[in-house]
């Protein structure tokens, strides 16, 4: 088995543009830049996708409909692949608000999954409700070598998923932001939910941390 699934965060929102961390579905639409964004990124795709998904976010699907439409390719949405529930910080905007779930969101990618905002999910929670929709969507479309699939979701939780399935770096992954219509390329690997990343934005491997160990906003 092979194919390539192209992990996009949506193109870029009201809420990104007042730092509002905004995670519960629906969410905030698009603004006029992100609607622009989804279709240049619609124009760059050349390959007629095995299938465009979307998490069920607005945003995320006001972002795959761009794809869909350009390439012909029904949009499918799927619940699972939103982003990463805040809990209590849902809505809020303060820098120390940001820092609060930058911390626990670095605690993930270190390895303590368990760990969790006030009201919020644990990393584990994140990945038992994301992990099965790629693993269905890699059994349905990604036999063939040349299959591409395109699923829109969001940024933290695309960044933590590629990390933890594919084994990459924690650092480079704390540390290498997903901009808006920003994209992290996986491979089927060996093994159950098993995937190799092969791209993370402008990256290819070896991915190779700052060593910074101050990570990025993962919501900015």
Sequence with gaps: MSGRLVL???GQTHSNVARRLDTLPPGAELTELGHRQAREYARTVTQTPAAVVSSIAVRARQT???LADATGTLLTVR???QETFVGDLEDRSAEED???FTAVYRTWLDGDLDARLPGGESGAEVLARYVPVLDDLRATHLGDDSATVHVVSHGAAIRLVAAVLSGIDRD????NHLDNTGTVELVPAEGVSAWDCVRWG?????FETKG???PDDPMG
Excluded: W
């Excluded at 402008?202 to 070896?206: F, K, L, R």
């Design 172 to 175: 480079f992954a704390a540390d």
């Design 64 to 66: 795959a409909q761009y």
């Design 98 to 100: 940001h820092a609060r």
């Design 79 to 81: 619940d699972g692949l």
């Design 202 to 206: 402008d990256y290819t491997p070896p």
């Design 8 to 10: 996009v965060r949506h």
């Design 212 to 214: 910074s160990r101050t």
